[in-house]
């Protein structure tokens, strides 16, 4: 399973193509519409989330309902394109005013304009822009609904936002208790962190932070242990560390790990009663030489501050060489709730993929009979 996408922050819409979905799996709007909605949602989140509506475009793949096995289509209309429709217009030159020239630290628009030799950072910052994430959780949409077929589980959490933590809660997958617009376990923390994001939208800045995502129910043996780019924890990186803002990932306790002896970190393996194994801890998070181990994969995505800054830090003019303050842009205080909902789709992405590499199918059934089957095979179910 790969996809692409396309479209611009500011644009017509954004659009994703979904390859390798098998035919047969039922898919209706609320599928994808919750999720949408959720990465709308957050603690944090500016005025732009007030103006668009993102809703879904079949274009292709679908029919009655039911994945046709074809390439899916779908495209996210951009409501606030009126309002920009003279300045990103695909065909007549831009009209001036919206400009930018002064790159933000922190933004791709300084390394963006280098690269492509633009003196406009307009002509990157649209693209690199955080609203790409649509796309790709419209995607992920379709890759949770075809590993809850396959009885997988994808969910999420806060763990840390502007410094102050929030441990996981002891089931992650009760999730949907948690407050939407600051899903921390601790309500305590939450209100912390509210003061913190109210502080820090005051004093025109932004806040990072810490998102915890894990899949239920993921079978043994995805991903391999025999090439670099096989390995399950390496794709999972690749997948999250993509997402805009994220500048770290961990699998399992791999950051405090790092600080342990080898006696306290890893995972003991013990008969379970009836046959197979038992993990009485899963600090691997799921995953052991780049294969998973029948354990809840666990990995977490570190979110730097947003770049955009109500009170910019210094910059230089593209244009005319001289210092100045960056530009600014509507923008979040925060995207680390949103960027929760971004992670989980990256995940199921990562899974639905690794999951058909490994059982294949053109249909949903035969996928789900080849896991029922490798099940039923394994020591435990797993």
Not at 264 to 279: N, Q
Not at 326 to 348: F, I, M, N, Q, Y
Request: glycine share 12%.
């Amino acid at each position: 399973m790969r996809y692409l996408t396309a479209g611009e922050s500011h644009g017509p819409g954004l659009t994703v193509i979904l390859e390798g979905c098998p035919a047969g799996l039922r898919l209706a709007p609320e599928d994808l519409r919750w999720d949408l909605q959720r990465r709308q949602r957050g603690a944090g989140r500016g005025a732009r989330q007030k103006i668009e509506r993102d809703e879904v475009r079949v274009l292709g793949g679908l029919r009655g309902g039911e994945t046709l096995g074809s390439p899916l289509a779908f495209h996210i209309p951009n409501l606030d394109f009126e309002n920009w429709a003279p300045f990103l217009d695909p065909w007549e030159p831009p009209a001036p005013g919206k400009e930018m020239t002064l790159p933000r630290p922190g933004h791709a628009d300084l390394a963006g304009c280098l690269k492509y030799r633009f003196d406009d950072a307009r002509q990157v910052l649209e693209r690199a822009s955080a609203r790409e994430t649509a796309a790709r959780v419209a995607a992920g949409a379709v890759a949770r609904r075809l590993l809850w077929e396959c009885g997988i589980t994808v969910v999420s959490c806060v763990t840390a936002l502007g410094g102050v933590e929030s441990p996981p809660p002891g089931d992650l997958r009760g999730f949907a208790l948690l407050d939407p617009e600051l899903p921390m376990a601790d309500g305590e923390a939450a209100e912390r962190a509210r003061r913190a994001l109210r502080e820090a939208a005051k004093a025109g800045d932004s806040l990072g932070g810490r998102a915890r995502v894990e899949a239920h129910g993921v079978p043994s043996g995805l991903g391999s242990h025999v090439h670099w780019d096989r390995r399950l924890d390496a794709r999972l990186a690749f997948h999250l560390m993509s997402i805009p803002s994220v500048k770290a990932v961990e699998v399992g306790e791999g950051v405090a790990a790092s600080a342990k002896r080898g006696s306290e970190v890893h995972d003991p393996i013990l008969p379970r009663e009836g046959g197979g194994f038992l993990r009485p801890t899963n600090r691997a998070g799921g995953v052991e030489g780049g294969i998973t181990n029948g354990e809840p994969v666990v990995a977490s995505v570190y979110f730097k501050p947003l770049a955009t800054l109500m009170r910019p830090l210094e910059s230089v003019d593209l244009r005319t060489g001289l210092p100045g303050k960056a530009s600014k842009e509507r923008s979040d205080v925060t995207a680390v709730v949103p960027g929760a909902v971004v992670a989980e789709a990256a995940v199921a992405l990562c899974l639905a993929d690794a999951l058909l590499e490994k059982f294949g199918g053109d249909s949903m059934s035969d996928l789900t009979a080849a896991v029922a089957a490798w099940r039923k095979s394994m020591p435990g179910g797993r």
